[in-house]
C-alpha cells in the first residue's frame, strides 16, 4: 500500500482565496483524522471521521473551515476566505477502524497565505 | 479532554547515551499509545504501539512503557546514534488521538 497520500504538497495562496486539501486514507482504513502542526500550537486535531461519518469537529477553529468524505477513500479539508494565520503544515492520517490500531500519518500539505 | 505532556521539551546529549522520554497524560481511558518520531520538514514516522493491555514494547534499540494507571509512557532509546535526531511525539488513543508537544532530541557525533 502507498500509505496515506495527501495532495498538494505545497500550496501558496493569497488572502482570501479557498483552498482545498485531499487526503486518501490507506485502504482498508475506517478513521480518518485531520490535524494541523505549528510552531506555537504543536499537532492540533481539527477533525475526527469514523465509516466517512465526522464524529468530532470540535477542533475546527471556525466557520471558514469545512471538511467532507464522500466515501472511504477520498476526503477533502477546505478553507474560504483563507488567511494568513491559517498557515500551517496540514496532516492527514488513517487507521483500522478497531481503535487499537495502529494510526499512520500521510506526508502533510504546507500551506502558506500571503 | 485528554491532555498530553512531554518532558523534556528538548535534549542534547553525545552519541552513545541511553535516553529516556517521558509522556504523561490527563484520562487513562485509553486503547493504546503510540510513539512517533518526525524530522524536519517530514510527516510522523510511528515508531510502537503499545497497547492499553501491555506493559512494554519494543522495537530494536527503542523500548515503550506504559503505566495507564498513573498516566505516564516512557520511551527509551539505547546506544543513542545521531540519526535519532528527530523530534518524538507520544499520541495516546481514547475516541482520539491527541499528541503531546514532543520532545526534540540532538544526538552529537
Known amino acids: 500500500d502507498a500509505g496515506v497520500i495527501q495532495s498538494p504538497r505545497h500550496e501558496v495562496t493569497e488572502m482570501g482565496q479557498e483552498v482545498t486539501l485531499r487526503c486518501k486514507p490507506i485502504?482498508?482504513?475506517?478513521?480518518l483524522f485531520w490535524y494541523r502542526q505549528t510552531m506555537m500550537r504543536g499537532l492540533e486535531l481539527l477533525i475526527y471521521?469514523?465509516?466517512?461519518?465526522?464524529?468530532?469537529d470540535s477542533g475546527m477553529p471556525e466557520d471558514r473551515f469545512s471538511a467532507k468524505m464522500p466515501n472511504a477513500s477520498f476526503s477533502t479539508l477546505k478553507i474560504q476566505p483563507s488567511e494568513p494565520r491559517d498557515s500551517a503544515v496540514y496532516f492527514c492520517?488513517?487507521?483500522?477502524?478497531?481503535?487499537?490500531?495502529?494510526?499512520?500519518f500521510g506526508q502533510g500539505t504546507r500551506l502558506t497565505v500571503v | 479532554k485528554q491532555e498530553v505532556t512531554q518532558i523534556p521539551a528538548a535534549l542534547s546529549v553525545p552519541e552513545g547515551e541511553n535516553l529516556v522520554l517521558n509522556c504523561s497524560f490527563t484520562?487513562?481511558?485509553?486503547?493504546?499509545l503510540q510513539w512517533f518520531r518526525q524530522d524536519p520538514g517530514k510527516g510522523l514516522t510511528s515508531l510502537l504501539l503499545?497497547?492499553?493491555?501491555?506493559r512494554e514494547q519494543t522495537s530494536g534499540r527503542l523500548n515503550a512503557s506504559l503505566d495507564k494507571s498513573s498516566g505516564r509512557s516512557t520511551l527509551y532509546i539505547a546506544a543513542s546514534q545521531p540519526g535519532d535526531s528527530a523530534t518524538y511525539l507520544c499520541?495516546?488513543?481514547?475516541?482520539?488521538?491527541?499528541f503531546g508537544g514532543g520532545t526534540r532530541l540532538m544526538v552529537k557525533p
Open positions: 499520541a495516546p488513543r481514547g475516541n482520539m488521538l491527541t
Open positions: 503499545i497497547q492499553s493491555s501491555q
Open positions: 492520517a488513517s487507521s483500522a477502524q478497531e481503535a487499537y490500531t495502529e494510526a499512520f
Open positions: 484520562d487513562s481511558a485509553i486503547y493504546n
Open positions: 485502504s482498508g482504513h475506517n478513521s
Open positions: 471521521f469514523n465509516n466517512n461519518v465526522p464524529i468530532d
